[in-house]
């Protein structure tokens, strides 16, 4: 079975600080992952896909299949950066999208 | 650019009621999907619907739920008689092609009293 896990449910960072936002998943093939974010009162947007290998507003995530992780990072925090971030996956052969829980990100100014 | 719109924003409904929630894809998208996510939750999938019918569907999708595409617009989630623990955000989603990404609308908020 697949499994999305983001342990943190809140994250606190000060501005400029790095800013590291935890995914482990369980899925036995090969999936794909990505990071969606949730700016206050928006919708759900892709912020990245591991496929992509690009960084988006300064956020990079290195799918580590050793680790069964996708670690979402930025090196300087900004305010601009405060939300609700979801980590997803997509299983081999499937088009639906299967999310963790979500860490909501503040930043402190 | 583009977006998928949701209507209504909000809906509040009597238990036992029916429902339908309507989704406007964005239009050159051909793969449609429906989740929810129930206050503090995560998102959970329900179903996703290509070429006019349903391509899956999850555990939370039962017979109280159903979808369609009838104008070849609109994409529709219908929940016959609604119960308590309906109450959710209901989330549309299209894609354009089946490795693409999902683009999601802004939700319907679904309270069942």
């Known amino acids: 079975a697949q499994r999305v896990t983001q342990p943190e449910k809140l994250l606190s960072v000060f501005k400029g600080a790095p800013v590291e936002l935890k995914c482990n998943y369980s899925y036995s093939g090969s999936p794909e992952l990505f990071w969606y974010v949730q700016y206050s009162r928006q919708r759900l947007q892709l912020l990245l896909r591991h496929i992509s290998r690009e960084s988006i507003k300064g956020f990079t995530a290195d799918l580590n299949k050793g680790e069964t992780s996708f670690h979402l990072k930025k090196p300087f925090a900004q305010e601009e950066d405060s939300a609700m971030y979801y980590c997803?996956?997509?299983?081999?052969?499937?088009?639906?999208?299967?999310f963790g829980t979500g860490t909501r990100l503040t930043v402190i100014p | 650019e583009p977006e998928v719109t949701q209507t209504p924003s909000h809906q509040v409904t009597q238990m036992g009621q029916e429902v339908i929630l309507r989704c406007v894809p964005i239009s050159n998208h051909l793969y449609f999907y429906w989740y929810r996510q129930i206050l503090g939750q995560k998102v959970e999938f329900l179903v996703s619907?290509?070429?006019?019918?349903?391509?899956?569907k999850s555990e939370i999708f039962d017979d109280q739920f159903s979808v369609e595409r009838p104008d070849g617009s609109n994409f529709t989630l219908k929940i016959r008689s609604t119960k308590l623990e309906d109450s959710a955000m209901y989330f549309c989603a299209g894609q354009q092609g089946a490795i693409n990404t999902q683009y999601f609308g802004p939700g319907t908020r679904l309270t069942v009293l």
């Open positions: 997803a996956l997509r299983g081999n052969g499937a088009n639906n999208l299967f």
């Open positions: 619907f290509y070429n006019n019918e349903i391509s899956e």
